[in-house]
């Protein structure tokens, strides 16, 4: 019971992080002179707070529902162990830190800082859904 409360606190902080994204990538957008909702100006580059905010929420766009989905997959087969609760956290984590490094910096290097966090998301998605491949030839 207490890998899954690892699990469905890693959830919980993912979602909350996601509502975050959203909100400040709304916000800061709106302060802008001229904004037009829905619409981030096309002449804009990782120079532009606008722009990272915007990019940030729609990275977790791109990664988050892959990530639920292969989570939900491992509640639903019965996945039950440490290193399930343990990646779901890791993801949680990875994501945070992506958001506030890709906030604070404004680089067009790549790799750049938080593309190690979004690397370390991604091998977390990975080592779940090779669990649940694993859980499978087990059954």
């Given at each position: 019971m207490q890998e899954q409360m690892l699990v469905y606190t890693g959830v919980v902080i993912i979602l909350a992080t996601w509502i975050l994204q959203w909100a400040v990538a709304a916000g800061v957008k709106a302060k802008q002179p001229q904004a037009v909702p829905g619409k981030v100006p096309e002449n804009i580059s990782h120079e532009s707070l606008v722009f990272r905010t915007h990019r940030t929420f729609m990275n977790t766009l791109e990664n988050v529902p892959m990530?639920?989905?292969?989570?939900?997959?491992?509640?639903?087969?019965?996945?039950?162990?440490?290193?399930?609760?343990y990646w779901v956290m890791i993801?949680?984590?990875?994501?945070?830190?992506?958001?506030?490094?890709?906030y604070a910096i404004a680089t067009e290097k790549n790799p750049s800082p938080r593309s190690w966090f979004f690397a370390i998301g991604a091998v977390a998605n990975i080592a779940i859904l090779i669990q649940c491949v694993l859980h499978l030839t087990a059954m």
């Open positions: 990530f639920l989905a292969t989570v939900f997959v491992a509640l639903f087969m019965g996945l039950n162990s440490d290193w399930f609760g993801f949680a984590v990875a994501r945070i830190l992506h958001m506030v490094l890709y």
